[in-house]
């Protein structure tokens, strides 16, 4: 028999836990962690990973809550954010796309010109509309 090999599943993110954006206002924060612990809290909830759930969302609010302490994790995070760029651009594997690249491949943004240019149509369809209506 072959090895098996075991992959973890990517953890998420305290602000994914807490289901905030990464520049979210310290008030947002604690609301949201509020709402959560409201709502997952083991006197409340029948959940039966509940215990972990608040554990998880205590621990979040902990690091996040402290601006030392989230400015530590926010810079740990692009480190590691700037690792897997590296790791993924390596010969053979999948490459993240780059802006620089894509205005190095001529078409690559042609979609969106082209939508633009839809849009601009319309709105300048509607603007004569509006005005040609108009006394």
């Given at each position: 028999?072959?090895?098996m090999s075991l992959?973890r599943?990517?953890?998420p993110?305290?602000?994914?836990?807490?289901?905030v954006?990464p520049r979210a206002?310290?008030?947002v924060?604690?609301a949201?962690?509020r709402?959560l612990?409201?709502?997952?809290?083991p006197d409340?909830s029948s959940?039966?990973e509940?215990?972990e759930?608040?554990?998880?969302?205590n621990?979040?609010?902990?690091?996040?809550?402290?601006?030392?302490?989230?400015?530590?994790y926010?810079a740990?995070?692009?480190r590691?954010a700037?690792?897997?760029?590296t790791?993924?651009?390596s010969p053979?594997?999948?490459?993240?796309?780059?802006?620089?690249?894509?205005r190095?491949?001529?078409?690559a943004l042609?979609?969106?010109?082209?939508?633009?240019?839809?849009?601009t149509a319309?709105l300048?369809?509607?603007?004569?509309?509006?005005?040609?209506?108009?006394?």
């Amino acid at each position: 028999m072959g090895t098996m090999s075991l992959k973890r599943a990517p953890q998420p993110s305290l602000y994914d836990l807490l289901q905030v954006s990464p520049r979210a206002h310290p008030q947002v924060i604690q609301a949201a962690y509020r709402v959560l612990a409201r709502t997952y809290h083991p006197d409340v909830s029948s959940d039966p990973e509940a215990v972990e759930r608040i554990r998880e969302l205590n621990a979040a609010y902990e690091v996040l809550s402290d601006p030392a302490r989230r400015a530590v994790y926010d810079a740990e995070c692009a480190r590691s954010a700037s690792a897997l760029r590296t790791v993924r651009g390596s010969p053979g594997g999948p490459r993240w796309v780059r802006a620089a690249s894509l205005r190095e491949r001529p078409g690559a943004l042609s979609w969106l010109y082209a939508a633009v240019a839809v849009l601009t149509a319309i709105l300048l369809a509607v603007v004569t509309l509006v005005l040609g209506c108009l006394p």
